[in-house]
């Protein structure tokens, strides 16, 4: 069946790099989505890349996409404390109507 | 900011109740999705609604029920409420036939739904 698998946990300091990880399962899903979620807060899209895209950049985001291996990246360049946040993973169901969500890969960035 | 809207942003319920939860979309979209997110988890899909109709559905029983206005707005039902459906809904809106083509989903803040 579809599954999104992310790591759970992520810490960094405030300058570095970031990068998070995520696999899924669909080989067929036309679009891959990582969203944000700040504490007690709903879902915000960072960006979304098409299946045909191997990367996207835009400005400190970088998305890259191993449609072999079925592995989906996000890199935030100059990471910053704003940023800590749960991130998501997501890929579209089969029939095309829903998103289907790793468990999030908690930021943490320390000063 | 999105744009989409959800009410109540918090409530309390016992066992056994009902509860409404109510989203208004993004202007001109036509399509609403709802979201059950458990402490911990990821979303996962309830349902989703285009041109009120129910166009897809998650593993969810049911006693989840929805409905879609004319208008594009969204009501999310839960009868016979357990302690399990203590959750954050969220509300999700597409520019989309129905599907998610256009590859942009856009959340609301979302309802967050203790039952005691």
């Known amino acids: 069946g579809e599954d999104v698998e992310q790591s759970l946990f992520l810490s960094v300091r405030e300058g570095d790099s970031s990068v998070i990880n995520c696999t899924y399962t669909?080989?067929?899903?036309?679009?891959l989505y990582w969203y944000k979620q700040e504490p007690g807060a709903g879902l915000q899209l960072l960006t979304y890349?098409?299946?045909?895209?191997d990367m996207k950049q835009d400005q400190r985001l970088t998305v890259l996409l191993n449609k072999k291996d079925k592995h989906l990246s996000l890199r935030i360049a100059d990471t910053q404390t704003g940023d800590s946040a749960i991130y998501f993973c997501?890929?579209?169901?089969?029939?095309?109507?829903?998103?289907?969500f790793g468990k999030g890969t908690t930021l943490s960035v320390s000063s | 900011e999105t744009g989409v809207t959800q009410s109540p942003t918090h409530l309390i319920k016992t066992r056994g109740q009902q509860v409404t939860l109510r989203c208004s979309s993004q202007?001109?979209?036509?399509?609403v999705s709802w979201y059950q997110q458990a402490l911990g988890q990821g979303p996962q899909f309830i349902f989703q609604?285009?041109?009120?109709?129910?166009?897809g559905r998650g593993n969810f029983p049911p006693r989840f029920s929805g409905l879609q206005f004319p208008n594009y707005s969204s009501e999310l039902n839960v009868n016979a409420l357990e302690l399990d459906d203590s959750a954050l809904y969220l509300c999700?809106?597409?520019?989309?036939?129905?599907?998610?083509?256009?590859?942009?989903?856009?959340f609301g803040e979302g309802s967050r739904l203790t039952v005691l």
């Open positions: 999700a809106s597409s520019l989309a036939s129905g599907g998610l083509s256009t590859g942009e989903l856009f």
């Open positions: 669909d080989s067929s899903s036309t679009y």
């Open positions: 890349i098409f299946s045909n895209m």
């Open positions: 997501a890929e579209i169901n089969q029939a095309g109507t829903a998103l289907i």
């Open positions: 202007s001109g979209h036509n399509t």
């Open positions: 609604y285009y041109r009120e109709e129910e166009n």
